[in-house]
């Protein structure tokens, strides 16, 4: 055959191609495209290789042949990585880049395969054989050419990339061959579907697939012009009302009826006129409200915009309630509310002096510290009720978010202001008091720090302007009396723990206990459970069963429980009309209601025999009872320690060891000198299943340890705490009182305690240290001397 080629630089000139290829060409490997016969495939070439083969080729005879690439990911692939069906092409016009790439035109003549490679450097190269179309004339390869025809003229009219000249070539094709070839290389197909069109010699089954293809092609084309047109009307339909809309404002004005959009704007300007906004604040609102009135009713910002304005509205900025600052009154509210506690009442009292004497005096920042049930969160609301203001309390128990402090963005879906700025809003006022409950119990985790947030609201010098991150407006914090409770201070950060000012409130004496239930909570469970002093009445007696039996608390939450609990029984006893006279609870009658005594004084039982000691302990929910167990057995010396113990407690143990060890002469003369080289010992702190630790517990092991090798018991009614040094020095420790009212709970009544802490007594209620007997003490000799009982005579 002969074709006629143009040169590389444009100007036309004859090449002749003889009808049979040669035995060999050079193989461009092309990556998502699949040429097909009869066609003029454009390539952009940009690889050295590729290059070198096009330069060769123009060079020769200009032939090679194109296959597509199997992996199109592959940078250089080789003769395993390309498809072995392509097409032999002549490449008929060149065109040198400005950034070193070529572009060429190559024109399909023939399908071939590729049967061997010869070379794969610079560039590959194959022998190939041609692969002829197998055409038998029919009914149904005139159907299918038709068919195609048809089918492929819809699809030109609908997609915008196939150009009308296209409909006029494939009218014009009586070729079914040709026909396939042309309409597989202008369609947009996968490259797997395509080379499977290239490699079907049959052209009545290559028509049958590309029928199929064509068909559901048409198909796809067919929805994509119903969404488009559904997309259209939807916008004509937007258009219209706009129009209408506007047509209808324009009359409304003719008429003078009222705008509904611009009432509604009218009404947020005027809440924010009522709302007194401070001049920055002011300007940010009239900004968003100028964009409010611009935006259509039907946006979505036009909603976010009402909604922030009317946080704007209702946040207190300027009112404040005025404090009541009658200090006789105060007094006598306090003392209404709440039983003892006088620390916390005296600090309340000052702070309305300072109050008095400067009104623009800066508000206080407590920080309520103590076990659970003492009062700390109601003893909030009464200092609400004290001065006068408004009470809102929040809980940051568990917070991880730092926006659960700030709020989000105004960007996010769902936005709100953060939970400081929430209660602000429901105080009213901008000098509330403000409960922050359980700050000791703030996480962290990737979402950030809520402690380090808090600080910018707990700090005096800076919660003057307080940035929340959806109002995203400097607001004033140093109005407002913040309160904050904890259980403990470990887990509060340094930094944050230093801008609140501590009071620690310690748990119940038994005594107060009593009291407290006799004007607290015998009243309001009597109330809740409706019964009045004329149908049920309790004894002090029984008040002390159920203190001593039923509870074992710091505070006088469970104790509450069980007064509500022995309420409720009579109040079923009336319900059922079982009784119509008055029930008086006596300590028979609270066992009959509550059941046997839950709570058992075991001191004693514990300790006859020698190896125990009575420790005292500090936890987070108040003092408890620890008691310390030691044994000794045939060994070579070693120290076993038991009762999920931290380090510093077993660290404790063996200082109380090597203490007793250098000490043995005078713990127990008549011991062997060998004794602690023979035998092994095992301490042991029950409650195994709850972690301990502390250096406290040093003198109650260096106790348990003596007890056994001398097999002197400890005193059932001694109980002691204090850290031990390998010299015997006892160091002093902390939580003097809350460990008093333990041994009070477990009836212990004598303390050995280290004489260093002997201020911390005066900090013990009174009626207390009247009961309690404190043995002070330097040096673990003296703790031995004091704790163990004295030796039996043989």
Request: charged fraction near 30%.
């Amino acid at each position: 055959m002969s074709i006629h080629i143009p040169s590389v630089d444009g100007e036309a000139q004859p090449a002749i191609v003889q009808s049979s290829l040669p035995d060999a060409l050079p193989v461009l490997p092309l990556r998502d495209t699949v040429p097909f016969p009869e066609t003029l495939t454009p390539l952009a070439i940009g690889q050295d290789r590729s290059m070198g083969l096009v330069n060769d080729a123009l060079g020769g005879n200009r032939m090679l042949v194109m296959v597509a690439n199997r992996d199109p990911d592959k940078e250089e692939p080789g003769p395993d990585d390309v498809h072995h069906v392509g097409v032999a092409g002549v490449v008929s016009r060149m065109l040198k880049v400005p950034d070193g790439t070529l572009r060429i035109l190559v024109h399909g003549a023939q399908r071939v395969r590729l049967t061997d490679f010869v070379a794969s450097e610079p560039y590959m190269i194959a022998r190939i054989e041609e692969l002829s179309d197998e055409v038998e004339p029919s009914p149904e390869l005139e159907a299918l050419h038709r068919n195609v025809q048809a089918t492929f003229s819809q699809i030109i009219e609908e997609v915008p990339y196939l150009p009308e000249e296209l409909q006029v070539a494939v009218a014009n094709l009586d070729d079914p061959s040709e026909l396939a070839n042309m309409i597989a290389g202008a369609l947009r197909l996968k490259t797997e579907e395509k080379q499977q069109l290239l490699e079907e010699r049959n052209v009545a089954r290559r028509l049958r697939m590309l029928s199929e293809i064509l068909a559901r092609e048409l198909e796809l084309v067919e929805i994509g012009t119903r969404i488009q047109s559904q997309v259209q009307s939807e916008m004509d339909k937007g258009q219209r009302e706009y129009w209408l809309r506007q047509q209808l404002k324009a009359i409304q004005e003719e008429l003078g009826e009222v705008d509904e959009a611009q009432a509604e704007a009218d009404e947020l300007r005027g809440q924010l006129d009522e709302a007194n906004l401070p001049e920055h604040a002011r300007k940010a609102a009239d900004r968003e409200l100028q964009r409010f009135e611009r935006l259509p009713a039907q946006s979505v910002e036009h909603g976010l915009i009402r909604t922030y304005l009317e946080w704007l509205a209702t946040l207190p900025w300027a009112k404040f309630s005025e404090d009541t600052l009658d200090l006789k009154a105060a007094r006598r509210r306090l003392d209404e509310d709440h039983y003892d506690i006088e620390a916390v009442k005296d600090r309340i009292l000052e702070f309305l002096a300072v109050r008095k004497l400067k009104p623009d005096a800066r508000s206080s920042i407590l920080c309520f510290v103590g076990p659970p049930g003492v009062g700390k969160t109601s003893l909030g609301r009464s200092v609400a009720g004290t001065l006068g203001r408004s009470f809102e309390r929040i809980s940051v128990g568990g917070v991880r978010d730092e926006s659960e402090i700030r709020g989000h963005r105004r960007t996010y879906i769902g936005a709100m202001p953060g939970t400081i700025l929430r209660a602000m809003r429901d105080a009213g006022t901008s000098n509330p008091v403000l409960m922050i409950d359980e700050i000791d119990k703030m996480g962290t985790d990737f979402r950030g720090d809520p402690a380090s947030a808090m600080l910018e609201v707990l700090d005096p010098e800076q919660n003057t302007t307080f940035r929340d991150h959806y109002v995203d407006l400097p607001f004033d914090l140093s109005h407002v009396f913040f309160i904050c409770t904890a259980n403990q201070l470990d887990t509060v950060p340094p930094a944050l723990r230093d801008r609140m000012e501590v009071i620690q409130l310690s748990g119940y004496t038994h005594d107060e206990k009593r009291e407290i239930a006799k004007r607290y909570l015998v009243p309001r469970q009597m109330d809740r459970n409706g019964l009045g002093r004329s149908k049920i009445e309790f004894t002090g007696e029984a008040l002390d069963v159920i203190i001593d039996g039923y509870t074992r608390e710091a505070g006088v939450r469970g104790l509450e429980r069980e007064i509500g609990s022995v309420c409720r029984k009579v109040a079923r006893e009336f319900a059922e009309g079982r009784r119509r006279s008055k029930r008086t609870i006596r300590p028979r009658a609270v066992t009959e209601l509550l059941g046997k005594p839950r709570v058992q004084p075991d001191v004693g039982r514990r300790t006859d025999e020698p190896g125990v000691a009575t420790g005292l302990a500090w936890t987070p929910v108040g003092g408890d009872v620890l008691y310390v167990e030691a044994t000794s057995f045939p060994g070579d010396g070693k120290l076993q320690v038991t009762g999920q113990l931290g380090d510093v407690m077993k660290e404790s143990a063996a200082a109380a060891l090597s203490f007793v060890k250098s000490r043995a002469e005078q713990v127990d003369g008549e011991l062997p000198e060998s004794w602690f080289r023979s035998h092994d010992l095992h301490v042991h702190v029950p409650a195994g299943a709850t972690p301990k630790d502390g250096p406290s517990a040093g003198i109650t092991m260096a106790t348990a340890i003596a007890s056994r090798i001398t097999g002197r018991p400890v005193r059932s009614d001694t109980a002691m705490t204090g850290e031990i040094t390998l010299t015997g020095q006892v160091l002093p420790i902390g939580g003097l009182k809350e460990k008093a009212l333990a041994a009070q709970r477990a009836d212990v009544h004598r303390l050995i305690i280290p004489r260093r802490n002997e201020p911390d007594i005066d900090d013990i209620p009174e009626n207390l240290r009247k009961k309690m007997k404190f043995v002070l003490v330097d040096n673990a000799g003296e703790v031995l001397d004091a704790a163990l009982e004295p030796r039996k005579r043989r």
